[in-house]
């Protein structure tokens, strides 16, 4: 272990030298895109212009920024070859705190029990599980020779199972569905044969129905399934979102109607949107920037993903690049369910848009998840632990 940690400590200026400053520009893109949408989400613009009557959304954005800064510095200085090393570690904490947040310890919000108090700060555990179970994902799999049997696949279900029941007891069905993607994307580049995947898939599908035969979803999540299939058929309430959102969208135009421009039919700077700050932050985007303002934000997605992806392939062991493909797969996941049920084409889920949307859990889970991506790129020449 000294060795190692003199080999890490040396190591660490020549890999630094890599950082992919590209990423890190077009990520700190996106925070300064979601600080913009999140001020002009939260801010009364009766009280003011810019920057003159900040809510304290915002001002809480900031913090969890700061914080997501120093994650985000860790990971890049940290030799992510470790995380192998820590995966059970990190796998049983963070479960331990998905089971600790349905005591009595956790916090209930709109009907969901999702948060552990910290001081004045609300932790998600559910966001923290993302980048977790890709770190357990990864170090089982890149054990593993050949192509994957059933067996192996079947293991990589029970690495899973915990964190998805647990999550979808809260409920956080969004969450839910992202660690399903995570566990589908880990069992592809690992090497699973097509046809256990279709088998896999076909009881997946199975399993889902059965869940809404049996009554076990929530009512909420039913009406939102009905209301994204039909949302004239609910216009007052789940057909409400729908509706408006897409207008917001619509509203933008070509270059927006303009950060805080009091107008009577800018929907996102009235409230009309709910939860626009959160999971309808790319309404906020698209209707005070515009179309202009909506294609910047996926470029700059684009950019880290196929960075990420370029990352991937330059890894130096099986472990660095499953676990950067894993990484980028559940964040390019996330944001087209974003998008996509903004826009209409997937029911309403309450996935946030990474880097984007306001919350510190998600943030500090975003800011975790590419500094892993960094740290595999960084040390493609790194010399072997041990």
Request: charged residues 15%; glycine residues 12%.
């Amino acid at each position: 272990m000294v060795t190692t940690r003199t080999q890490l400590l040396s190591g660490r200026g020549a890999a630094i030298r890599h950082l992919d400053l590209v990423t890190v520009g077009a990520a700190s893109g996106l925070v300064i895109m979601g600080l913009l949408s999140v001020f002009t989400a939260t801010v009364d613009p009766d009280k003011g212009g810019l920057l003159q009557a900040p809510s304290v959304l915002f001002n809480r954005q900031l913090v969890f920024l700061v914080i997501g800064g120093l994650a985000l510095l860790g990971m890049i200085l940290f030799d992510y070859r470790l995380l192998k090393v820590y995966a059970v570690g990190l796998y049983l904490a963070n479960l331990m705190l998905l089971i600790v947040v349905l005591t009595p310890i956790g916090d209930t919000v709109k009907g969901s029990q999702r948060w552990i108090s910290v001081g004045l700060l609300n932790l998600q555990p559910s966001e923290i599980a993302k980048p977790v179970l890709v770190i357990a994902l990864a170090a089982y799999l890149s054990e593993r020779a050949g192509p994957l049997d059933m067996g192996d696949i079947l293991r990589c279900g029970a690495i899973t199972a915990p964190y998805a029941l647990l999550v979808f007891a809260q409920p956080d069905f969004g969450t839910f569905l992202v660690l399903g993607f995570v566990v589908l994307v880990m069992l592809v580049i690992g090497g699973a044969d097509w046809r256990h995947l279709v088998v896999l898939l076909a009881l997946t599908t199975i399993g889902a129905g059965l869940i809404f035969q049996l009554g076990i979803v929530r009512d909420y999540q039913r009406t939102r399934l009905v209301a994204f299939l039909d949302p004239e058929g609910d216009p007052f309430r789940e057909g409400y979102n729908y509706r408006l959102t897409r207008q917001a969208v619509g509203n933008g135009g070509l270059t927006g109607r303009g950060i805080l421009e009091r107008d009577a039919v800018n929907l996102t700077n009235l409230k009309f949107v709910r939860e626009q700050q959160t999971d309808f932050v790319f309404t906020v985007v698209a209707e005070q920037m515009g179309f202009v303002g909506g294609v910047t934000l996926i470029v700059l997605y684009g950019v880290v993903f196929l960075r990420g992806l370029g990352g991937a392939g330059m890894a130096r062991d099986r472990f660095g690049s499953l676990i950067a493909t894993g990484v980028v797969g559940y964040l390019a996941f996330q944001t087209f369910v974003n998008i996509g049920m903004t826009v209409g084409l997937v029911p309403i889920t309450g996935i946030p848009l990474p880097f984007v949307s306001y919350g510190g859990s998600s943030l500090l889970s975003s800011a975790i998840s590419v500094g892993i991506v960094l740290s595999v790129r960084m040390r493609r020449f790194a010399r072997p632990l041990g």
